[in-house]
């Protein structure tokens, strides 16, 4: 048994699932930063879409992924769920829909026995191939995630009898993660010292050196995740939802 294995029979997922999408974010006084902030994310779920690597100044998919990731700002509500698995969709909807306009890929013909000819909506096959890519950049994720924590002593395996089986305390852990995420001196402490800043921690939100210590590698693992844009997918696996407190 793996941790992955942990993450998708709940030990981290139920808590991720019950907090929410702070929409303040994408009011339009904090658009422009939010658009900049993920502006990596477009990239990569426009490069994704089309199987190849994208160039800002000269590939117009790259401006309709910006544009459609700004609408999927405008339209976007709790009850569609995650909101970059939204947002990638609707990049996805108007690339495919550029697509067609262009009519790179408008349609697949071939040819029976019988010398009839039928046809293909590519939807389907881009569909599947979409969806295929997605997986196999999720995989290099979790491989990424892997010789990353074990830099830090941490491997799957160790992190199962790591993980807290208490609601309340899973729910504590994700919150105080995303609090430690966003902390810019937390986080640089991680990437250079190689270890969780106890003390810092325990001092900034008050909590107990013994809670510390008993989830020292789980707090540490959510807060890489968290606080690293090359882990996007695996955040949309877990499907991870910022809350209202955690902006």
């Not at 800002?56 to 544009?67: G, K, P, Q, V």
């Not at 995740?225 to 695996?234: A, F, Q």
Request: proline letters at 2%; charged letters at 35%; aromatic letters at 12%.
């Amino acid at each position: 048994m793996s941790f992955l294995y942990s993450l998708i029979s709940g030990v981290i997922l139920e808590p991720f699932k019950r907090l929410k999408f702070n929409k303040e974010k994408l009011n339009k006084e904090n658009r422009d930063k939010f658009i900049k902030e993920n502006k990596s994310f477009i990239y990569k779920s426009a490069s994704s879409i089309c199987n190849r690597k994208l160039s800002w100044e000269n590939d117009d998919e790259l401006s309709i992924a910006m544009i459609a990731f700004n609408k999927s700002c405008d339209v976007y509500e709790d009850s569609r769920g995650n909101f970059y698995s939204f947002s990638r969709m609707v990049i996805r909807n108007s690339i495919y829909d550029y697509f067609r306009k262009k009519k790179n890929t408008p349609y697949l013909t071939f040819q029976k026995e019988d010398e009839d000819f039928d046809y293909i909506d590519v939807t389907q096959s881009i569909s599947e191939h979409e969806k295929k890519v997605e997986n196999n950049n999720r995989a290099d994720e979790i491989s990424i995630l892997k010789d990353e924590l074990s830099k830090y002593d941490i491997s799957f395996d160790t992190l199962i009898s790591a993980s807290p089986k208490h609601k309340d305390t899973r729910d504590h852990l994700l919150n105080l993660a995303f609090s430690c995420a966003k902390d810019d001196t937390i986080v640089e402490h991680i990437k250079t010292k190689k270890r969780l800043p106890a003390k810092k921690i325990i001092d900034t939100f008050n909590e107990k050196r013994k809670f510390i210590e008993r989830w020292r590698n789980y707090l540490l693992t959510l807060i890489i995740v968290l606080s690293n844009d090359e882990y996007i997918h695996v955040r949309t696996y877990l499907n991870i939802k910022a809350g209202d407190n955690n902006d």
